[in-house]
């Protein structure tokens, strides 16, 4: 998620052990192929074999409407040590629709199969090429053409988040299509979009049919639920304990050390809003306390008074202070 899972939080996501591969924030090409340097700010985990700290693989996602340029920034990637690459087709920010990058290409099947094959044939055999996409531009039935789109073009699997372009992020995410399209193609699909519990999880996984699921806003609101999830399909992960906020917090700070973005003002900036993504999903009801606080000790301070005043009354308990 753009501007959003970073590499700290990617590593700090990661460390839970419940995701199998993270997606890089989406790397813009446009006139210029971006150069190494691009690649390795925006994602420095190629400089250790494109994982996490952790582990975890890190896929790396590009955006752009020309084939020929696509293919070549993904051979950069490649150069640098890429273990996978994705296509953004989702993206709805108006300035990247407007340069022919994103959602915008959800109304030329054609052109999505050109891109995919494209980075497809330049990209080794061995590492996948992924796509991913949106129900349409203002159609949710445009998946069907587009999505069979990627896969003629070579897609290793596709992830489906559940909106159109013009819904922006309104609920509801519509997950009946994501299953048609599964119950179509041969390769996998991925089902994305408003997984907020684990009974939504569980709902998108009957609609869906799918064995995979993406999470974004939701793994950041509550991060236990991407455990509750992975034990759900089977995935053997190792015991953690529930992390208080604060807790959290900590952990942060301890995984965006090691990047040279980390700075006191970064950090505060990252961490409100990581607790305002928690508000807005429903997990946590105490942003508006913290949201104007100058350091991130003063947002510990707080949360360690009010958590012992509230706890009775903030569901759910196990996953804030
Ligand atoms: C702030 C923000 C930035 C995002 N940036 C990206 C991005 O760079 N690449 C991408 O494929 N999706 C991006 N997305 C979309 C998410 O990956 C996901 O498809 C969407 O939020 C729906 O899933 P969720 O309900 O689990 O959050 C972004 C979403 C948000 C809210």
């Not at 971006?34 to 952790?54: D, I, M, S, W, Y």
């Not at 891109?115 to 055999?125: E, F, M, Q, Y």
Request: net charge neutral.
């Amino acid at each position: 998620m753009e501007g959003v899972t970073d590499a700290p939080m990617r590593s700090l996501l990661g460390e839970l052990g419940a995701f199998d591969l993270a997606v890089s924030e989406f790397i813009r090409v446009s006139h210029e192929i971006p150069p190494a340097k691009v690649f390795l700010k925006h994602v420095p985990e190629l400089k250790t074999g494109c994982r996490t700290a952790q582990g975890m693989p890190v896929a790396i996602q590009i955006l752009g409407g020309d084939p020929g340029r696509m293919a070549q920034s993904a051979l950069v990637a490649v150069s640098l040590g890429a273990l996978a690459i994705d296509i953004n087709f989702g993206c709805p920010a108006p300035t990247v629709n407007r340069h022919d990058g994103g959602a915008t290409l959800l109304k030329y099947p054609s052109r999505i199969e050109s891109i995919v094959a494209a980075v497809r044939g330049a990209v080794p055999s061995h590492l996948p090429v992924s796509a991913k996409l949106r129900l349409g531009w203002d159609c949710r039935d445009s998946i069907d053409e587009n999505a069979e789109a990627a896969a003629s073009g070579g897609a290793s699997w596709i992830t489906i988040h559940g909106r159109t372009r013009i819904q922006g992020y309104a609920p509801p995410a519509y997950w009946e299509p994501i299953g048609r399209v599964r119950a179509r193609l041969k390769i996998p699909v991925i089902a994305n979009g408003e997984i907020f519990s684990l009974e939504d999880f569980k709902r998108c996984r009957e609609v869906t049919g799918s064995e995979h699921f993406m999470l974004g806003r939701g793994a950041l609101g509550d991060p236990q639920l991407t455990l509750a999830i992975a034990k759900e399909l089977g995935k053997e992960i190792p015991e953690h304990s529930i992390l208080s906020w604060s807790e959290r917090l900590e952990r942060f700070l301890v995984h965006s050390a090691p990047f040279p973005q980390s700075s006191p003002h970064y950090n505060l900036r990252r961490i409100k809003q990581w607790l305002s993504f928690a508000q807005k999903t429903g997990h946590i009801d105490w942003f508006d306390r913290v949201k104007r606080s100058e350091s991130i000790e003063e947002i510990q301070r707080e949360i360690s008074s009010f958590s012992k005043s509230t706890r009775p009354s903030i569901p759910p308990a196990s996953t804030i202070d």
